[in-house]
């Protein structure tokens, strides 16, 4: 007990343990923490995919309204933003999955990995936002 | 007693769960939900990417059909699941001060029943038309 009590000083001597911003900011960093961002937003984003649903299931006049609100700037921006956040998620997800098993560690294999989640979610998002676009007959 | 007192009880040892009295199952379903998730996010992007832009009475239709109906309510149960788990991780490492961690905590299951059933009811009724 008197070494414990005696231990305070010495206590305040010991190395702090250090915090995010210590760090230099890499890639695989930097995508841990989107990952969860975009899990966040996706979050958020189910309110709308509720709201869709419900509007629909509500008659034409509910569903008007989602529709003026997709067809809105806003709107077609939080779409986009949807879409980019799901996909993103998915293949950081799959990034993660392949982790899991314990592969996919080497600092090239990792690097290649957290880039290819980061080029194949703009590079999806095109693709999906391409079809939406000329599907609906472009600009409405 | 001759083997050495301990508090723990002989069937505690042998579930080996400790104090926390569960395991790794929130790690496990969030993979097994992340996994489901895969197939379930394409298919969801492609029904809702087929739906943009067309008329209320084709949207109700085809959300209606059975097959599309059965994976909405998959994507949908499943998203409910693995955002729950997920926002719950976030607040246990966010959140320390217990009044706010039990609200958020709270909040949370609300929220996931709330937009997942809202969700689910909008899909069944637009399955069975009533």
Redesign the interface.
């Known amino acids: 007990m008197a070494e414990i009590d005696a231990g305070i000083p010495a206590r305040a001597q010991r190395p702090l343990s250090p915090h995010l911003q210590i760090y230099t900011p890499m890639l695989t960093m930097m995508m841990s923490i989107v990952h969860r961002i975009t899990g966040a937003a996706l979050y958020f984003g189910m309110l709308l995919f509720a709201w869709w649903l419900v509007a629909a299931a509500s008659g034409p006049n509910a569903y008007a309204n989602v529709e003026w609100f997709m067809g809105s700037l806003i709107g077609r921006v939080v779409l986009i933003g949807y879409t980019w956040a799901l996909l993103h998620h998915m293949l950081g997800g799959i990034r993660h999955l392949i982790w899991d098993t314990g592969r996919g560690f080497e600092p090239a294999e990792r690097e290649m990995l957290t880039l290819a989640t980061l080029v194949g979610s703009v590079v999806l998002t095109i693709i999906v936002v391409m079809i939406g676009y000329f599907t609906t007959g472009g600009a409405r | 007693m001759t083997e050495r007192a301990q508090m723990r009880t002989p069937l505690g040892r042998v579930r080996g769960l400790g104090a926390a009295h569960s395991g790794t199952w929130h790690f496990w379903h969030q993979?097994v939900t992340?996994?489901a998730?895969?197939p379930l996010?394409?298919a969801f992007?492609i029904i809702t990417?087929?739906l943009?832009?067309r008329s209320?009475a084709t949207?109700?239709q085809v959300?209606g059909s059975p097959l599309v109906a059965v994976v909405?309510l998959l994507f949908i149960v499943n998203?409910?699941y693995h955002?729950w788990i997920?926002?719950q991780e976030?607040i246990l490492d966010y959140v320390h001060e217990d009044l706010l961690k039990l609200v958020s905590l709270m909040a949370n299951t609300f929220y996931v029943f709330a937009?997942g059933l809202?969700?689910g009811?909008?899909?069944l009724?637009?399955s069975f038309g009533v």
């Open positions: 993979r992340s996994v998730g895969i996010t394409i992007i990417l087929g943009l832009g209320h949207v109700i959300l909405m998203s409910a955002m997920g926002m976030i937009v809202a969700s009811y909008a899909i009724k637009l």
